[in-house]
Nanobody, 116 residues
C-alpha cells in the first residue's frame, strides 16, 4: 500500500523556520520524482519545489527561492522541505507528491501557519 505521510508543520512566527518531512512507503521511492505542493486559504494548489529521483536537479517556485530547500534521503525513503524566513503568505497546507510515469501519489498534507 502506497503511503506518503507528511509531518513537521505547525505555527511559527514570521521570520521563523520549519522543516517538513514526508515518509514514503509501499513503492520504489528512489525511482520517483518528488515534489512539495501547497494550498493556501482560498487558493489553488501550487508547486513549491521538486526534485529528481536522485535529488540532483531541483526547481523552486519564485516565491520561495532562496528561502526553501528541498532534499531527499533515498536510504530513509524520506523527502524534506527546509523552510526559512517564513512569511504569512507561506501559510498553507503542504502536500508531498510522488510521480513516476503515470503513477501519481499524494499525502494528506500538513498545516503550516505563519502568524505573529
Amino acid at each position: 500500500q502506497v503511503r506518503l505521510v507528511e509531518s513537521g508543520g505547525g505555527l511559527v512566527k514570521p521570520g521563523g523556520s520549519l522543516r517538513l518531512s514526508c515518509a514514503a512507503s509501499g513503492f520504489a521511492f528512489s525511482s520517483y520524482a518528488m515534489s512539495w505542493y501547497r494550498q493556501g486559504p482560498g487558493k489553488e494548489r501550487e508547486l513549491v519545489a521538486n526534485t529528481t529521483n536522485i535529488g540532483v536537479g531541483t526547481n523552486y517556485a519564485d516565491s520561495v527561492k532562496g528561502r526553501f530547500t528541498i532534499s531527499r534521503d533515498n536510504a530513509k525513503n524520506t523527502l524534506y522541505l527546509q523552510m526559512n524566513s517564513l512569511k504569512p503568505e507561506d501559510t498553507a497546507v503542504y502536500y508531498c507528491n510522488a510521480r513516476y510515469s503515470i503513477q501519481d501519489h499524494w499525502g494528506q498534507g500538513t498545516q503550516v501557519t505563519v502568524s505573529s
